[in-house]
């Protein structure tokens, strides 16, 4: 996971996410949630932009299971992350896959400042839900998007179902996520995330619900936004 100074990195989590970075690529490990749902996220970005050729930022980018699909996909990707151990774990992994993907340790923020306007697709995936003012985080995102470029995200919805699911059934009855992964007061309502993203001008694109069954490790795109839910926005030319 990534992080923003303006005192928005949460160093619990940052802690959390580092010390499992040994077993990122483990598709049995504590990240075998985001190994289950990735191929539906990589569908819905491609479905939605294509990606070959693309330049393409991954904000919060762990060991890289989003970064790699995106590389394996024809895209150029720069994938950036607070914490070293996952960073060298990312790196390592590309290395063995042959795949030439430009990992950096800087937070969104830093990286807007120095090259805003970058990048014609800007992703972040399961990361807002993890800092203090996820809010921020998409003003940054919408910073580093070239104008007309695309920008994706995906969390959690705040929803009693989301609850039961991703941490009384994930975490605290199946193990699908180790205990202490989620706090539920973090999970964000599709309506405060396109209110951040309309107040640094981004323009709505589509969005889908995302419903994870870790009983069965399943995923599909589906109406409702009770649980995980992905989001799209374009910023103007």
């Known amino acids: 996971m990534t992080g923003l100074d ?9 802690g959390l996410f580092s010390a499992r970075a040994a077993r990122w690529w483990d598709k049995k490990g504590p990240m075998k949630a985001l190994h289950d749902i990735n191929p539906l996220r990589l569908a819905y970005i491609r479905q939605k932009t294509g990606i070959s050729g693309r330049q393409i930022l991954d904000v919060g980018c762990g060991g890289g299971i989003l970064s790699e699909a995106l590389a394996a996909g024809g895209a150029r990707v720069t994938g950036i992350d607070l914490s070293q151990k996952v960073l060298e774990a990312a790196q390592e992994h590309a290395r063995v896959s042959r795949l030439d993907i430009d990992y950096r340790r800087i937070s969104a923020e830093e990286l807007a400042e120095r090259n805003p306007a970058q990048f014609d697709l800007v992703v972040c995936m399961e990361l807002l839900e993890h800092v203090p003012r996820p809010e921020l985080i998409v003003n940054d995102c919408a910073a580093l998007a070239k104008p007309g470029g695309h920008l994706f995200f995906s969390t959690i919805s705040r929803t009693w179902i989301a609850y039961l699911l991703v941490i009384l059934a994930a975490e605290r009855v199946l193990g699908v996520a180790e205990k202490g992964t989620h706090d539920y007061k973090r999970f964000i309502r599709p309506g405060e995330l396109a209110q951040w993203a309309k107040n640094c001008g981004l323009h709505p694109a589509g969005s889908s ?24 926005f374009t910023r103007a030319d």
């Open 6 to 14: 303006r005192k928005n990195t949460d160093e619990r989590e940052l």
């Open 209 to 232: 619900g995302i419903m994870y069954m870790p009983f069965v490790r399943r995923a599909w795109l589906t109406r409702s936004m009770k649980m995980n839910y992905i989001m799209h």
